[in-house]
């Protein structure tokens, strides 16, 4: 199959699911990485390969090509516990709270077959509703800056400056 | 930490009061799974890991009144017959009860509030209410969520919600689920159809002890699979609504045995209640259908001197675990047969025999 922009022989091939619309893309190797590179909400280019690898090992009989026998060399392990996907096929459950952005390619599509949705709704952590608080005070202060500045009045502007540290400092204490 | 004999005296407030709802719906539970951020789950962790999470959330509990009023008990300190006395009063769940010495159990004096440390997740926070009422056991659990997330980095994800081990729980990482007893449908043959209707909503039916158990005396489980998508008020207003119409046809089945066919109803409540008076040995089993049959004639007002929950608590006292306490000593299969079908004889003994002057009887001719 060739590249579905340059027609060299494709190697990569992304499925993307937005919704319930499903986009299917054949890529060289070098026109992947661009178009990761332009996409930000896919994932790094090698974590990727998270879900090449469990294709790989739940059908056996499968015969790979040289690029995607690279690929399974590369298995992904949580910086924090060291839990990799191995181990959740064995015990269905996480290591700690760090595999979910570790292993979030693999768990994100498959969120809505055991969930209503994808995305919580319910109750916000106290800590994160505090940053959320933080986040509005320095846009407010921010804004009076702008204002103190812009009427010459340096005596205020000063004191707000002061202020927005003083936020900043907090609101990265609290993370 | 308590001693067990202390907690054993006394039953859980909740088993033993009597709401407008509890003919068919025993109890309301809800429960929340959270999780230390950085740390790994308890499944996942290493003994010194563990510990050290039972630590922090020991210092945490230290400064809360409700907690600190109540009882706590280090798994050390309980053995396998012990932990199977809370897991029959549901304080904590069997998965709970099978871990060792770094998990735990705080209580608050009522018992309205259990805390399990070290499940499957770090924390295991439920609230269990008498009667039909998951908003009263959420809101219950609202204080000391604030203060665990006051004095815990608790692991949290702005798009995920909590982070819980088993992507299951994942979001609002709450379980709610009401105990219903549903004697009339099994007669009628109509419990499977309302049942599956259950399922088809997206709800789960288990056993009287939660995932993976039987149901044992027409008791079911009903509760919330989808824990993502979705908040809590709105999981539970679909969960109270769904059981709501649950209640009404149990029962409208309770009242169509009553009028169609009360020779059948008299027939198993008097059996059921003479049996109980009489019986030498009783397999468990046995009691516990007989025992559904008698609390569904107490609810009919066949019987006037007792309360649903009295059945309740008797049905608790014949568990496996509470008998073995009782006597002090491990039985045998056939021993606890004898004793079981001894506390049964004394306890029904005691109540009048049915009164079914309620009924009218069709005449045959």
Known sequence: ?175 | MSTFTEFYKNYPEWMTLQESDSDVVLTSRVRLARNIENTPFPGWAKKEVQLFVLKQVKEALNLYQPIKEGQSFCFDQLDTIEKQVFVERHLISREHAAKGANAAVFLTPNCDLSLMVNEEDHLRLQSIQPGLNLDKALDNLTATQDHLEEALSIAYHEKLGYLTACPTNLGTGMRASAMVHLPALGILNELNQSLNAMNQLGLAVRGLYGEGTESFADLYQISNQSTLGEGEQTIIENLNRVLKDLIKQERQARLRLLENDPYKLQDKVNRAYHICCSAYLMTSNEALSLLSILKMGVSLGFFNEVETSDIDLLLLNLQPAHLQIALGSKLSVDERDIIRATKVRERIQRIAKPDFSIIKLPSLN
Not at chain 1, 97 to 121: A, D, N, V
């Open chain 1, 1 to 175: 199959m060739n590249c579905d922009k340059c027609q060299q022989e494709a190697s990569v091939f992304f499925t993307e699911v937005s919704g319930d619309k499903v986009n299917k893309k054949s890529l060289c190797e070098s026109c992947a990485q661009e178009y990761q590179n332009n996409t930000p909400n896919l994932p790094p280019f090698d974590q990727l390969f998270g879900e090449v690898l469990e294709e790989l090992e739940s059908n056996e009989a499968f015969e790979y090509s040289e690029e995607e026998a690279v690929v399974s060399e590369t298995s992904v392990v949580c910086p924090e516990c060291d839990f990799t996907l191995q181990d959740y096929k064995a015990t269905g459950r996480f290591g700690c709270s760090t595999c979910y952005p570790t292993f979030k390619h693999i768990l994100l599509p498959k969120l809505t077959e055991i969930h209503k949705g994808s995305s919580h709704e319910g109750r916000v952590n106290h800590r994160v509703l505090d940053r959320v608080n933080h986040a509005e005070i320095i846009e407010e202060l921010t804004r009076e800056l702008e204002r103190a500045i812009e009427a010459e009045d340096y005596e205020r502007a000063g004191e707000l400056r002061d202020q927005i540290k003083e936020a900043s400092k907090q609101a990265s204490e609290q993370q």
